[in-house]
């Protein structure tokens, strides 16, 4: 029951960028390989959760992420794409998820989903598709240890970055700073070396990227070399 013990205070929160490989590129037949693969490599892991329903793809659920818990100590950093995250919470604690991110698309108002989050010892993020405006979470951003801006729509690893979402990072990184939260920006879809450091200029503290690392055919230095893109080689 190690995972019972990486509650908000384990949640890595120092300076640099931190890296969240994201298993939906990874081999699905060969997952706890991969895991194992990069884990001392990388600072928390994105397990992507598609229901069919939110999106038109689905992915893995609990007994899955129940697999990989038994095999790694890595924060498990679950984005929910799914039409009723809040059903999922109980289960995906026991589990072995830690963070649980839910879409404001989903509940516009998660005053509610933030505190069965906290009910089942999950940390809470909240995300925004891309067409979704800063404001829209403005009022719920005290709530979050994450905030995930995607810089694709969600559904499917392998698309191509959309710079315009660079904006949106550097409101909430304006926002967070001066009312002094605690959220950390997290940014997936279409991250590479060549954008990774727009993505860190705006305000980025952890970079997902599934392509750039598990389609790579040496993930290890692809996590250095997203590393090194962002925050230089020193
Ligand atoms: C897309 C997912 C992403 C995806 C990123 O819906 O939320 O986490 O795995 O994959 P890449 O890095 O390939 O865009
Ligand atoms: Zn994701």
């Known amino acids: 029951m190690s995972h019972r013990s990486h509650g908000a205070a384990f949640y890595p929160r ?21 895991v194992a693969g990069v884990e001392s490599h990388v600072d928390l892991l994105h397990v992507d959760v598609m229901d069919g ?7 893995f659920g609990m007994p899955v992420i129940a697999s990989l818990r038994a095999t790694t100590e890595l924060y498990f950093d679950c984005h929910l794409m799914v039409s009723n995250p809040i059903s999922l919470f109980g289960p995906l604690a026991e589990a072995g998820a830690n963070l649980v991110t839910v879409h404001i698309e989903v509940h516009p108002d998660p005053t509610r989903a933030a505190s069965a989050a906290r009910d089942a010892g999950l940390d809470f993020g909240l995300v925004l ?10 009022p719920y951003v005290e709530l979050c240890d994450l905030l995930l801006v995607m810089s694709v729509n969600p559904g499917f690893g ?7 979402v660079l904006p949106k990072v550097e409101a909430a990184r304006k926002f967070i700073d001066s009312e002094g939260l605690r959220a950390d920006i997290e940014i997936d879809g279409g991250i590479t070396p060549g954008n990774a450091p727009l993505a860190r200029a705006a305000g980025a503290d952890v970079i997902v990227a599934g392509t750039a690392v598990f389609g790579d055919p040496d993930p ?15």
């Open 14 to 34: 120092t300076m640099p960028v931190k890296i969240a490989p994201s298993l939906l590129a990874a081999d699905f037949a060969r997952l706890a390989d991969e």
């Open 53 to 59: 329903h939110f999106v038109p793809n689905l992915t």
């Open 129 to 138: 598709s891309p067409p979704t405006p800063f404001d829209a979470v403005v």
């Open 158 to 164: 392998g698309q191509a970055f959309v710079p315009e």
């Open 220 to 234: 290890v230095a692809a996590v250095e070399r997203l590393r090194a893109a962002a925050d230089g080689d020193e």
